[in-house]
């Protein structure tokens, strides 16, 4: 309702403890490689990713972001970082730095779900409504600038959809929509045919729409028997819903119309 407060859940113990050690193993690596490398680069983000990790472990989700040295760390931006730094440690066949990096970039990654834990919290705290759905809808549009703004990996993010609670999934999702890269077609699929909610499926929906174009005949003719198969009840309160299902199966036609080169 208007006025009312929305709240993160706090992080668990289990991922606080686990950012703390992360955060205390970063921080000693970056310390040593202050005296054993000449790699200034690799040594700051060391040392600067341990810190956050630590404050983050010792603070919880009251924080989002950090002020440090005068710069704005994102801990997105940090989990991309490390990403990297996984990529480029593989590069070199140090596999074992590589693995601890990419679980560390992950850490960061869980640690970074304010977004789905609004979500939550919003269709936990409203009943449905307008006013729910257009909170809810908010909540789309920072996880669609979040993966505008940042890097993440496509099999991060379909594994947030895979494995994720309904707030995960429909983060993901409206990730998805917003950078083609991390497009998944199963995803789409599996959230129109298995959907947790009807939110959920609108935005499989949304997503499948927007894929259309770039799906090969077999994917195309998959998609339209999952829109026509959930039957027109499952839509009969629901316009927008059904304005989508008839936007699919449109341009699917037409494509079935247009002659091959």
């Not at 208007?2 to 289990?14: K, L, M, N, Q, R």
């Amino acid at each position: 309702m208007p006025g009312d407060e929305v709240h993160p859940t706090p992080f668990s113990v289990t991922l606080r403890v686990l950012l703390g050690l992360l955060g205390a193993g970063s921080f000693g690596a970056g310390v040593l490689a202050v005296f054993v490398t000449e790699n200034g680069t690799g040594t700051g983000v060391l040392l600067v990713v341990g810190i956050v990790l630590l404050v983050v472990a010792l603070l919880g989700n009251r924080i989002e972001s950090l002020e440090f040295g005068g710069a704005r760390l994102k801990l997105r931006a940090a989990a991309a970082e490390r990403f990297a730094l996984a990529e480029e440690s593989a590069r070199r066949g140090d596999d074992d730095a590589a693995e601890r990096l990419r679980a560390e970039a992950q850490a960061l990654l869980d640690a970074a779900s304010p977004i789905a834990a609004e979500y939550r919290s919003v269709r936990g705290s409203m009943s449905a409504g307008p006013e729910r759905t257009r909170l809810m809808g908010a909540v789309m549009a920072r996880a669609r600038r979040l993966a505008r703004e940042h890097s993440f990996e496509p099999e991060e993010v379909l594994r947030w959809f895979r494995e994720g609670s309904e707030e995960k999934r429909v983060t993901a999702l409206a990730m998805m929509q917003a950078q083609p890269r991390l497009r998944s077609f199963e995803a789409a699929l599996a959230g129109i045919e298995h959907s947790r909610s009807a939110f959920e499926q609108f935005h499989a929906m949304t997503l499948a729409a927007q894929m259309v174009d770039d799906l090969d005949e077999a994917q195309r003719r998959r998609l339209v028997e999952a829109v026509e198969s959930q039957g027109r009840w499952r839509f009969r309160f629901d316009s927008s819903r059904w304005e989508l299902r008839e936007q699919i199966v449109r341009r699917v036609a037409e494509h079935s119309d247009t002659p091959s080169p």
